[in-house]
């Protein structure tokens, strides 16, 4: 079975405690940023906007994460590196740090 990401197991801690911790869920809806500091260490770039929403029955929302493929133009050594079978990728690491590998 794969491991989630960290962003992932995040996540899955902050909507469990949130389920369980009436004064933890209105902190984090309240204020995200300064919740995810004081209860996870997590600092959120001033630069970066934590929406927190909270579904009901009548009110779901479905999270697409952003995308991973660039619209700029593979560099030469890229397209090589496609073309010989390797692969380039990016991922997104937690929230807001952008990491590619080849």
Known sequence: MATANPR??????????AAQDAAFRSRLMSNPADTLFQEFNISVPQSAKVTVLEESADNFYLILTAPTVSSDKLSDEQLESVAGGGMFGCGLQLFWTMSCSN
């Open 8 to 17: 992932q197991e995040l996540e899955t801690q902050v909507a469990e405690r």
